[in-house]
């Protein structure tokens, strides 16, 4: 019999998530970020809930041709661009649209002779530095672009470093001074844009975490309110049950000590199922639908877990290490990271089972079904 752990898929959640986004950035039209395969969620699994979604957004050449088999004939956008010749035929024949943030990437397009043109995306750095040509030379490239005769329409597009903490003005300022007087369709917000700067909804939006339920910021309290629901859900069951006196201890490194006589429970899941290690004690799980907490250090298989508050608990209880009772952020914000790593981390020995009102199961329930239904 398989270990009672599995990661649910809810579809349903995305489509409604999106909905929302397309509510909140009304006059925009919205690319639905998948990259990473659908921050772990997997793009077969999510692909029906993205139907409302006016274009697809990603990173790897195989993941959108992926999309494009599965019969996605709107906008498809390629985030990083290409990075090799083939990559260049490829896109083409995809009708993909591409980032363009150097001038090697205007050099691969500008060496092509392709069927038809190619839609790019032109990328601005406006303060993130990571990709995109300096505001001082982006007029430049624009104009470089606007010569190749490969490229077709040409859109003005910028990321933001900080628009979790409320501040893009500074970069949304150096991206108008710039493209003020150049034509084109513009793309600037990520969900953060979207949740809290309808100054920079433009023409695109691009949304990807608050798809999925997850807080663009990482923490669960600041998208309250707004509806989102969460696209994974994280389960198990308790495995094992220990009553302890004061002073015992509990896991490796000795890191939880009892001070009363308490009940713990040990769940089947552990770091190599991708929850983090560095959870620590305090970290909210529920049980049997009862919010509690991790007790002790998340060993690779297993985990304990404080079962003070739900005394009914016991083997078979069911365990929410993610989801609506438990918000991935939450998680998160107590491990030290964000919802989106947690997210992509999920490992690959999680059977994946997708509960959606809708649509057939695009993953059969595994065995593993019967045991954690
Ligand atoms: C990942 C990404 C997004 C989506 O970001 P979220 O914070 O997940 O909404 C948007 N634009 C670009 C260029 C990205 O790389």
């Known amino acids: 019999m398989p270990r009672p752990i599995a990661a649910r898929i809810h579809p349903d959640a995305i489509r409604h998530n999106l909905q929302l986004a397309k509510q909140l950035a009304a006059g925009s039209r919205a690319f639905a970020v998948i990259k990473a395969n ?24 195989d993941e959108a041709v992926r999309v494009r088999e599965l019969g996605w004939t709107k906008p498809l956008l390629l985030l990083e661009g290409v ?3 083939a990559d260049v035929e490829l896109a083409v024949a995809h009708r993909l649209t ?36 300096r505001p001082h030379a982006y007029r430049a490239a624009w104009e470089r672009a606007r010569a190749i005769p490969s490229i077709g329409a040409i859109s003005l597009m910028t990321h933001f470093a900080n628009a979790d903490d409320g501040q893009v003005d500074w970069q949304l300022d150096t991206f108008d001074a710039v493209v003020r007087d150049i034509p084109g369709e513009q793309s600037v917000s990520n969900s953060a844009g979207v949740l809290w700067h309808p100054r920079a909804h433009r023409d695109w939006v691009r949304p990807g975490t608050i798809l999925y339920g997850a807080s663009p910021t990482g923490v669960a309290r600041h998208v309250e309110g707004f509806g989102l629901r969460s696209a994974m859900t994280l389960t198990s069951r308790i495995i094992g ?3 302890l006196a004061p002073q015992e201890t509990i896991g490796y490194g000795r890191t939880f000590e009892v001070d009363r006589p308490i009940r713990i429970g040990v769940v089947a899941c552990g770091y190599a199922d991708g929850y983090p290690r560095h959870a620590p004690t305090g970290t909210p799980i529920a049980v049997d639908g009862v919010r509690t907490r991790v007790v002790g250090r998340v060993s690779m298989d297993m985990l304990t877990v404080d079962l ?15 989801g609506d009772q ?16 947690l997210m992509c ?17 695009a993953t059969a329930p595994a065995q593993g079904e019967s045991v954690t239904a």
């Open 38 to 61: 659908g921050y772990g969620h997997g793009i077969e699994r999510i692909y029906p809930a993205l139907a409302g979604a006016d274009g697809i957004a990603l990173l790897d050449l």
């Open 83 to 85: 990075f090799e010749p």
């Open 98 to 133: 591409v980032a363009v943030h150097c001038d090697e990437q205007l050099d691969l397009l500008a060496a092509a002779k392709p069927r038809h043109p190619i839609d790019i995306q032109l990328k601005m750095n406006s303060g993130m530095n990571r990709l995109g040509f």
């Open 241 to 243: 049950v220990q009553t």
């Open 308 to 322: 003070t508050p739900c005394p009914q608990a016991g083997i078979g209880s069911s365990v929410e290490l993610w």
């Open 326 to 341: 438990v918000r991935v952020d939450e998680v998160a914000e107590a491990s030290g990271t964000i919802g989106y790593e």
């Open 345 to 361: 981390a999920i490992a690959r020995r999680v059977p994946v089972i997708v509960t959606d009102g809708a649509d057939t199961p």
